[in-house]
């Protein structure tokens, strides 16, 4: 048998490349075009995140509110950076005063800003994908912002001992708060459902009559229990510091539904 010859490749073969060489040959051998299109993919996506900024927070009309929705945001997100991080640092914090008071200002600023809403109490359109806030919608919030406002100071021990000391301003909050809440409109999670084939498309409607029912059985709750029983306990003296410390976190997710969410839908007015 005649022996190999020194340079024979006996490995398969396409087209008289060898695997080894195609493989190779696949292989780009600069990645610096792969960089520039990443790095230019980024560069637009900063582009755009600005711009949506601006947009959504700096235009000339309604900028106050827009403003103090902003200002709002970033102290919501640095509360709740801060509670889980530093509990000790939150609770001493100017956020137990500066966020909640930042909520109701933007409740009043929304109510001097968006007077050109339809005044109708059946359709608060907040239910809906087709409708918009109605006016007394916007203006029944800056009572709940309110009645947040207080619970933040009610728990916070720098400020209960200014509302214990004062007898009307205890006894109104923690058992009289519906009182004065006829001095606000009142929108019905019922009537919401009215008009449902103007205000809501086909896809959603059901959907959100099964949304509306389950914010109203929330609704029922969270007046009592977050409304009225924890101002009880708090009246009383019994909580104690790891009460208070889930009563925090309660009231973050509470300061969201109240007043960020009201926020994001007027950000589509323009």
Same mark, same amino acid.
């Given at each position: 048998m005649s022996p190999s010859p020194p340079n024979a490749n006996f490995g398969p073969r396409?087209?008289?490349? !060898?695997?080894? +060489?195609?493989?190779?040959?696949?292989?780009?051998?600069?990645?610096?075009?792969?960089?520039? +299109?990443? =790095? #230019?993919?980024? $560069?637009?996506?900063?582009?755009?995140?600005?711009?949506?900024?601006?947009?959504? @927070?700096?235009? /000339?009309?309604?900028?106050?509110? /827009?403003l103090i929705g902003l200002l709002y945001l970033l102290q919501y997100f640095f509360a709740f950076y801060l509670f889980f991080k530093n509990y000790d640092l939150f609770k001493s914090s100017f956020l137990i005063w500066s966020l909640p008071l930042t909520g109701f200002v933007? !409740?009043?600023?929304?109510?001097?800003?968006?007077?050109? =809403?339809s005044r109708t109490k059946r359709d608060a359109g907040y239910y809906s994908d087709r409708g918009t806030l109605s006016y007394p919608f916007i203006v029944e919030n800056s009572f709940f912002a309110s009645i947040l406002l207080f619970q933040w100071l009610? *728990?916070? #021990?720098? $400020? *209960?001992?200014? $509302?214990? !000391?004062?007898?009307?301003?205890?006894?109104?909050?923690?058992?009289?708060? *519906?009182?004065?809440r006829q001095l606000w409109p009142k929108t019905?999670? /019922?009537?919401?459902? *009215? #008009?449902?084939?103007?205000?809501?498309?086909?896809? #959603?409607?059901?959907f959100f009559f099964i949304v509306t029912h389950i914010t109203k059985c929330f609704y029922i709750w969270a007046k009592h229990y977050i409304g009225f029983f924890l101002n009880y306990i708090r009246f009383f003296n019994r909580v104690d510091t790891e009460?208070?410390?889930?009563?925090? =976190?309660? =009231?973050? @997710?509470?300061a969201f539904a109240t007043t960020i969410s009201m926020f994001l839908h007027t950000l589509k007015f323009k």
């Open positions: 396409i087209d008289d490349i !060898s695997y080894v +060489d195609a493989l190779e040959s696949s292989i780009p051998i600069g990645n610096g075009p792969h960089i520039g +299109d990443l =790095l #230019n993919i980024i $560069f637009v996506k900063i582009i755009y995140f600005i711009k949506l900024i601006f947009h959504l @927070f700096f235009q /000339r009309k309604f900028i106050l509110h /827009r933007q !409740s009043l600023t929304a109510i001097y800003t968006f007077t050109f =809403l009610y *728990y916070s #021990n720098k $400020f *209960y001992p200014l $509302f214990t !000391s004062s007898i009307i301003i205890d006894n109104l909050f923690v058992f009289l708060p *519906y009182i004065a019905s999670f /019922r009537d919401s459902l *009215y #008009n449902s084939d103007k205000n809501k498309t086909e896809k #959603n409607k059901k009460d208070i410390y889930h009563i925090y =976190l309660l =009231l973050l @997710f509470g």
